[in-house]
């Protein structure tokens, strides 16, 4: 009881610390513990729609578009994402709007009592280990059934099949793109990360996958579970003309579509998802809601001069190197780069490697941070000890016409945020 007790005292301060300390050791691959904790928490099924977004790259951004579109179309909408870049409040979103701190606190309180179990007989207790993701998810999970709106858009952490997400009974499912990221945990090919990824299909529930070139894996396990799939170039098409874009198919023929801030790409697969759902949704609903779609971090421009990306993998780094074209201006184009040690540095780094003018290497800290020093075996340039440091040297070298782009990670792009912050109230 006296657990219990404090849990329901901690503020938000107090409780973010708990939640870090859950390590990588509790890991442990499959649902079970997640299926008991949401079925003891009442959360295995949501009053809302719920639609599950997977993939490799777009994954944020499809649930900004669909949030965007949903809500232009006067639908309340609910939002899980991952990861947070500034504040941990940021990983839910009820109708564009982060919960409180104290409701935050009231669904960790809800978790930690159900993962503390008391034995009636002997009084004594049991806990449930849960890893952070987990935590959260299950909190998330709490704070849209006390809210219910209409639709929750659930993220995908890590793969689909497995992760924690995937133990709330879904409406509909998306999957954006399929490539190598990940591979410890979802499998070193293009079919074993599909068949991860199409773990999160329902049985007669609609899915979409906006991939141009799904692997077989993801289209036989549609198959096997009778999931009705629908891909882009199959079932329907999208193309840009100019300032605008079009779609066709599932119903729709839409032109002179806004592009968005977003990539257009994981628009059509926001628009390919609206079509398959209960929600008719007007012509100018999503035109409304492409032309407002924003994401933090996702080719943010965040003063004259620095723009940053969350580029990560080397398929986000190629699309990223093919947007450079609209922030360059007529001076330098500098680099501001710090990645995790776990991911594919060498590809990621090479799609930027002639565009980039000049380049400053970040460490980042943490037991996953990539070092400087690890970062120019494939790229050379000014190495730091932290993205402050390297932002401070690319903004103290910059010239008035020379552009910076910062990019690489999530953390990346939070030390860089936080950096912008720290200025402004100085």
């Known amino acids: 009881m006296s657990r219990i007790i404090d849990a329901q005292s901690r503020d938000l301060a107090a409780w973010l610390p708990i939640l870090e300390g859950l390590n990588m050791a509790h890991i442990e691959l499959g649902l079970t513990r997640m299926t008991v904790l949401a079925e003891r928490l009442g959360l295995l099924s949501l009053p809302s729609y719920v639609i599950t977004v997977g993939g490799t790259n777009g994954k944020g951004t499809t649930c900004a578009l669909l949030e965007s579109m ?22 839910v979103r009820i109708n564009g709007v982060s919960p409180a701190a104290a409701d935050f606190c009231a669904a960790f309180a809800a978790v930690e009592a159900a993962r503390f179990e008391t034995n009636s007989a002997d009084g004594q207790g049991s806990e449930t280990a849960l890893t952070y993701f987990e935590f959260t998810t299950l909190a998330a999970l709490w704070l849209f059934r006390a809210a219910a709106p209409e639709v929750v858009l659930l993220e995908v952490g890590l793969g689909g099949r497995l992760d924690a997400t995937n133990v709330v009974a879904s409406d509909q499912t ?210 730091f000890d932290s993205v402050a440091e390297a932002l401070a040297a690319a903004e103290a070298d910059a010239d008035e016409q020379d552009v910076i782009i910062a990019f690489g990670s999530f953390f990346t792009v939070a030390d860089v945020l936080a950096s912008q912050i720290a200025q402004a109230t100085s």
């Open 174 to 383: 998306v999957v954006t793109s399929i490539s190598l990221d990940h591979t410890d945990w979802l499998g070193d090919t293009r079919d074993s990360v599909g068949f991860e990824k199409a773990g999160i299909f329902r049985s007669a529930k609609p899915a979409v996958c906006g991939d141009a070139n799904p692997p077989a894996s993801l289209l036989a396990h549609a198959a096997n579970i009778k999931t009705p799939l629908y891909c882009t170039g199959r079932d329907y098409v999208w193309s840009v003309a100019g300032d605008s874009w079009s779609f066709q198919g599932l119903g729709l023929a839409l032109d002179g579509l806004p592009t968005p801030a977003l990539p257009v790409m994981n628009a059509a697969t926001a628009v390919a998802a609206l079509a398959l759902s209960p929600f008719m949704l007007s012509e100018q609903a999503i035109h409304t809601g492409l032309r407002q779609a924003q994401l933090t971090g996702r080719l943010q421009q965040l003063s004259s001069k620095l723009w940053v990306d969350v580029a990560h993998n080397p398929e986000s780094a190629e699309y990223l190197a093919s947007q450079l074209h609209r922030i360059r201006g007529n001076g330098r184009l500098l680099g501001v780069v710090g990645m995790l040690k776990d991911k594919d540095i060498e590809h990621s780094l090479a799609p930027l490697a002639g565009q980039l003018d000049a380049w400053y290497l970040a460490s980042l800290g943490g037991p996953r941070g990539a070092s400087a020093s690890e970062l120019a075996r494939w790229q050379s340039g000014a190495c």
């Open 70 to 91: 949903l809500r232009a179309g006067g639908l309340s909408v609910g939002v899980y994402s991952s990861p947070h870049l500034v504040d941990y409040r940021e990983r």
